[in-house]
């Protein structure tokens, strides 16, 4: 019953994001805005509940799953992108780039005292 109210939650925080979204006719992702707010919320209330992250666990642990149809829709319009493959390469290289950065310069950040982090 526990993982099912985290469900619960997550479910209520995107449908509280696509309703941000047509609302304010947002070119974001409803889910998205709604992890963001969830969030804020869990930035303010400098906790997570059990139910919460046992729920977010389980996401975790099957996340290729959720992200594989996005991938393989992109093969269904790749004629598109047929014209912009140095524009791609750049993207990937530099997103890539930045997102390993930021996670070092995180890791690093907010690591303990062993780690050699700044606590």
Do not use: C, Y
């Amino acid at each position: 019953m526990s993982m099912l109210n985290g469900f619960l939650v997550l479910t209520g925080f995107f449908i509280a994001g696509e309703a941000l979204r047509v609302l304010l006719a947002l070119p974001v992702s409803g889910g998205v805005i709604g992890m963001i707010l969830l969030t804020l919320l869990l930035m303010l209330k400098g906790s997570i509940s059990d139910s919460l992250a046992g729920s977010s666990q389980a996401l975790i642990s099957v996340l290729v799953l959720l992200i594989m149809p996005g991938v393989v829709g992109v093969f269904f319009v790749a004629d598109e992108f047929a014209g912009q493959w140095l524009a791609i390469g750049a993207a990937l290289a530099v997103g890539t780039l930045l997102s390993v950065l930021t996670t070092l310069w995180l890791m690093q950040r907010f690591s303990g005292p062993e780690g050699g982090g700044h606590e």
